[in-house]
Protein backbone atom coordinates (compact mmCIF):
# COMPACT_ATOMS: atom_id res chain seq x y z
CA UNK A 1 0.00 0.00 0.00
CA UNK A 2 1.53 3.05 -1.04
CA UNK A 3 1.94 5.83 0.98
CA UNK A 4 2.99 8.46 -1.68
CA UNK A 5 1.20 11.74 -3.39
CA UNK A 6 1.42 11.61 -6.76
CA UNK A 7 0.79 13.74 -9.15
CA UNK A 8 -2.84 12.83 -10.29
CA UNK A 9 -3.86 12.66 -6.22
CA UNK A 10 -5.88 15.35 -5.96
CA UNK A 11 -7.85 14.95 -9.23
CA UNK A 12 -9.10 10.98 -8.71
CA UNK A 13 -10.34 12.41 -5.43
CA UNK A 14 -12.18 15.79 -7.11
CA UNK A 15 -13.10 13.19 -9.66
CA UNK A 16 -14.97 10.64 -6.63
CA UNK A 17 -15.94 13.60 -4.69
CA UNK A 18 -17.57 15.34 -8.25
CA UNK A 19 -19.84 11.82 -8.59
CA UNK A 20 -21.00 11.83 -4.87
CA UNK A 21 -22.03 15.43 -5.75
CA UNK A 22 -24.20 14.54 -8.65
CA UNK A 23 -25.91 12.21 -6.18
CA UNK A 24 -27.17 14.92 -3.81
CA UNK A 25 -29.43 15.61 -6.16
CA UNK A 26 -31.28 12.52 -5.91
CA UNK A 27 -30.56 11.70 -1.71
CA UNK A 28 -29.38 13.29 1.83
CA UNK A 29 -25.76 14.17 1.75
CA UNK A 30 -25.59 11.52 4.63
CA UNK A 31 -26.79 9.03 2.69
CA UNK A 32 -23.95 9.48 0.07
CA UNK A 33 -21.42 9.96 2.79
CA UNK A 34 -22.28 5.97 3.71
CA UNK A 35 -22.33 4.97 0.66
CA UNK A 36 -18.91 6.76 -0.55
CA UNK A 37 -17.29 5.44 2.57
CA UNK A 38 -18.90 1.83 1.99
CA UNK A 39 -17.31 2.24 -1.36
CA UNK A 40 -14.08 3.19 0.31
CA UNK A 41 -13.91 0.36 2.46
CA UNK A 42 -14.85 -2.02 0.11
CA UNK A 43 -12.13 -0.65 -2.22
CA UNK A 44 -9.60 -1.01 0.12
CA UNK A 45 -10.41 -4.42 1.23
CA UNK A 46 -9.61 -5.23 -2.01
CA UNK A 47 -6.76 -3.13 -2.12
CA UNK A 48 -5.03 -4.76 1.45
CA UNK A 49 -6.00 -8.25 -0.22
CA UNK A 50 -5.17 -8.05 -3.75
CA UNK A 51 -1.29 -9.21 -2.32
CA UNK A 52 -2.56 -11.98 -0.98
CA UNK A 53 -2.61 -16.16 -1.78
CA UNK A 54 -5.08 -17.07 0.24
CA UNK A 55 -8.01 -16.44 2.97
CA UNK A 56 -4.99 -17.58 5.85
CA UNK A 57 -3.06 -14.86 4.39
CA UNK A 58 -5.90 -12.15 4.53
CA UNK A 59 -7.02 -13.29 8.05
CA UNK A 60 -3.12 -13.31 9.07
CA UNK A 61 -3.03 -9.31 7.79
CA UNK A 62 -6.85 -8.14 9.10
CA UNK A 63 -5.17 -6.14 12.20
CA UNK A 64 -2.49 -4.12 10.33
CA UNK A 65 -5.21 -4.04 7.64
CA UNK A 66 -7.65 -2.61 9.50
CA UNK A 67 -4.80 -0.34 11.69
CA UNK A 68 -3.51 0.93 8.37
CA UNK A 69 -6.45 2.44 6.61
CA UNK A 70 -8.06 3.55 9.81
CA UNK A 71 -4.93 5.78 10.87
CA UNK A 72 -4.98 6.92 7.01
CA UNK A 73 -8.34 8.57 7.10
CA UNK A 74 -7.78 9.87 10.27
CA UNK A 75 -5.30 11.80 9.12
CA UNK A 76 -7.21 13.04 5.87
CA UNK A 77 -9.97 13.39 7.96
CA UNK A 78 -8.15 15.88 10.53
CA UNK A 79 -6.04 17.86 7.63
CA UNK A 80 -9.31 18.30 5.84
CA UNK A 81 -11.28 19.67 9.10
CA UNK A 82 -9.01 21.95 9.89
CA UNK A 83 -8.58 23.44 6.03
CA UNK A 84 -12.34 23.57 6.16
CA UNK A 85 -11.91 25.84 9.67
CA UNK A 86 -9.24 27.95 8.33
CA UNK A 87 -11.66 28.55 4.89
CA UNK A 88 -14.84 28.10 6.66
CA UNK A 89 -16.44 31.33 4.95
CA UNK A 90 -15.06 30.06 1.64
CA UNK A 91 -16.48 26.44 2.02
CA UNK A 92 -19.85 26.55 3.78
CA UNK A 93 -23.05 26.98 2.31
CA UNK A 94 -24.54 30.54 2.28
CA UNK A 95 -27.05 30.61 4.67
CA UNK A 96 -29.88 33.62 3.42
CA UNK A 97 -30.31 36.31 5.74
CA UNK A 98 -33.95 36.66 6.92
CA UNK A 99 -35.22 40.05 7.42
Request: one cysteine or more; aromatic letters at 12%.
Amino acid sequence: MSKQIDGSFYERADAHIRVAAEQLGDVPRGRVSASLMYACARFNVWVGASGQTSPAEVRKAYGETIEYFVAEYRKMLVKNLDDYVENFDQYAPKVPEHG
